[in-house]
């Protein structure tokens, strides 16, 4: 949850006048986002969600990002969609930082989601791999597996501190990782962090994805074992098989996975758990006392690495065809 | 702004199991009052505010404040009301801590109020003064007068700190208070904490008051003062005089002053920069690094009290009558 940016009155009158979306009714700063800062705006007609662009999100990207949940809307898909100005310009500034007006998207995520949650969610990210074909956008994984090794190469320290030792089990995830990385995979675009915050419900049922931040171009495997570790495991630290299972079903309803990408699932999960605590370690330290925003323990990841560690042989997710 | 209290999608149904609300189909936590969480929370019949007390708030205190909100809605007053669970209950409990359901007040705050905010927030602070006529409980104001000098013996060494030879500056405003402060004047249910934050407008009309938690009995005359602080200081420090006497004259239009509200207005506001310069001086060292709330600048309120040491002699606010 972040709000790093400030809007005042007058800010907000400049910003809506270039708009034709009437006065603003009611304005809110809202913890949502990790990354941006989120306003939740009503004007006389609606309401839209104001998304102020910080640090990590580069604005050259932003038309992918825009693009990409403008493309989903469009193709029936439930996620916010950037509203358009005047000029038919979607990617505006305040504070001399980028920002968009989005639609407001109802719905509730889940802190602890059960077994149908998971399955519903499972489903929702098929549809979004499903409802992205033809984007004619794509973007690199700047996050992706080739990023790891370099980003940790400037994190070592802060690992040794974290737990003494751990910098070498790294290192030899990195070895595996990069030995038993699987290569064509089937690809598109993919979202990247389907966590439980990202994805509301209404009651048990898929209501629609938010945070499209760090979406890009990847096997949409990859997005399944980003989204397996965020979803399955319990607060204790174990893996809860049957949400993991109810995950694949309810993905498969919609995009049946090859045997290739089954079986590739487990290193990716792998991978996937090492991409988030590389990023949790960095930002763990990078954080300034004082800012409006929690950083999210680097040391959750490192034990899910271990669970990942534990069970290369494909056993885990029971994701092995007989 | 702060969210302290995280609230779980399990803990929410089971508070709202309580309520004829219908379901939840929305719930962000909101960048809104210093002092507790607040979550905007919309139901299937309509928007609310979800408010957790946090620290400063005693639960001993809540039915005056939630009694007082409903009081004053119920005589037309335009604020935020407490919602009744089936049993008839105001005051509930979430996650171990008091809280409230109360329906949501649309309305933007002004940043950097203007002339006409100023006399629709003296309007909107005579018209709370008169609507909460008649409310049979009372609060002591436990941040009055008479709270300084204790609470300043506990602070002097963090004075010194912020700015050395500070101490002995207070010491002086604090004899100065002690010996000058009226008493007398007209009485009754005050805000306390009337500054922009807590009122909204649409456009520049006066629209609703929000936050009661620091409401108590008290002069009326106190509570212009702190607005007159909190309103009508420019940026740079500086006193806006007609921002002052816009303010007064909208409160005047509802509730004419008598010539001692008049005369007592420039120690009232000396008391009342005071007030805020201790609770601020407080809040900065005690805010723990890492909170989700951004402690404000005591030094703020130490330039409006040299503003007032340096006028003693009511010319300041205009406001002795010739």
Same mark, same amino acid.
């Given at each position: 949850?972040?709000?790093?940016?400030?809007?005042?009155?007058?800010?907000?009158?400049?910003?809506?006048?270039?708009?034709?979306?009437?006065?603003?009714?009611?304005?809110?700063?809202?913890?949502?986002?990790?990354?941006?800062?989120?306003?939740?705006?009503?004007?006389?007609?609606?309401?839209?969600?104001?998304?102020?662009?910080?640090?990590?999100?580069?604005?050259?990207?932003?038309?992918?990002?825009?693009?990409?949940?403008?493309?989903?809307?469009?193709?029936?898909?439930?996620?916010?969609?950037?509203?358009?100005?005047?000029?038919?310009?979607?990617?505006?500034?305040?504070?001399?930082?980028?920002?968009?007006?989005?639609?407001? !998207?109802? *719905?509730?995520?889940?802190? %602890? /989601?059960?077994?149908?949650?998971? =399955?519903? &969610?499972?489903?929702? $990210? @098929?549809?979004?791999?499903?409802?992205?074909?033809?984007?004619?956008?794509?973007?690199?994984?700047?996050?992706?597996?080739?990023?790891?090794?370099?980003?940790?190469?400037?994190?070592?320290?802060?690992?040794?501190?974290?737990?003494?030792?751990?910098?070498?089990?790294?290192?030899?995830?990195?070895?595996?990782?990069?030995?038993?990385?699987?290569?064509?995979?089937?690809?598109?675009?993919?979202?990247?962090?389907?966590?439980?915050?990202?994805?509301?419900?209404?009651?048990?049922?898929?209501?629609?994805?938010?945070?499209?931040?760090?979406?890009?171009?990847?096997?949409?495997?990859?997005?399944?074992?980003?989204?397996?570790?965020?979803?399955?495991?319990?607060?204790?630290?174990?893996?809860?098989?049957?949400?993991?299972?109810?995950? !694949?079903? *309810?993905?498969?309803?919609? %995009? /049946?996975?090859?045997?290739?990408? =089954?079986? &590739?699932?487990?290193? $990716? @999960?792998?991978?996937?758990?090492?991409?988030?605590?590389?990023?949790?370690?960095?930002?763990?330290?990078?954080?300034?006392?004082?800012?409006?925003?929690?950083?999210?323990?680097?040391?959750?990841?490192?034990?899910?690495?271990?669970?990942?560690?534990?069970?290369?042989?494909?056993?885990?997710?029971?994701?092995?065809?007989?």
């Amino acid at each position: 949850m972040a709000v790093y940016t400030d809007i005042t009155d007058e800010e907000l009158e400049t910003l809506l006048a270039d708009f034709d979306l009437g006065a603003p009714v009611s304005f809110k700063g809202i913890a949502e986002g990790v990354e941006n800062s989120n306003f939740l705006l009503e004007t006389e007609s609606g309401r839209f969600i104001l998304t102020v662009y910080e640090k990590r999100v580069r604005s050259e990207d932003l038309p992918f990002f825009l693009g990409l949940m403008r493309w989903l809307a469009e193709h029936d898909y439930a996620c916010a969609t950037p509203v358009a100005d005047r000029a038919g310009e979607i990617s505006k500034s305040v504070r001399g930082k980028p920002c968009a007006l989005v639609s407001f !998207l109802p *719905g509730l995520s889940v802190r %602890r /989601p059960g077994v149908a949650h998971c =399955r519903e &969610a499972g489903r929702g $990210l @098929a549809e979004l791999h499903r409802a992205a074909d033809g984007f004619p956008m794509s973007r690199d994984n700047d996050l992706g597996r080739a990023a790891w090794a370099p980003m940790f190469a400037r994190l070592k320290g802060q690992a040794e501190e974290l737990k003494p030792g751990l910098a070498d089990v790294i290192d030899a995830d990195l070895a595996y990782l990069a030995a038993n990385w699987p290569t064509d995979l089937p690809s598109g675009i993919v979202h990247a962090d389907y966590f439980p915050d990202n994805v509301f419900f209404h009651g048990e049922a898929f209501a629609g994805t938010i945070d499209f931040y760090f979406a890009c171009t990847d096997a949409f495997a990859y997005d399944i074992a980003v989204a397996l570790n965020a979803w399955c495991f319990e607060a204790d630290g174990s893996f809860n098989i049957t949400a993991a299972r109810a995950m !694949l079903a *309810g993905y498969e309803a919609v %995009r /049946p996975l090859s045997d290739a990408e =089954r079986a &590739a699932i487990p290193v $990716l @999960a792998h991978g996937a758990a090492l991409r988030f605590f590389l990023t949790r370690l960095h930002d763990w330290r990078a954080t300034p006392a004082g800012a409006l925003v929690k950083p999210k323990d680097p040391l959750e990841y490192e034990r899910k690495l271990a669970v990942h560690r534990a069970s290369k042989d494909l056993v885990l997710f029971g994701t092995a065809r007989a």
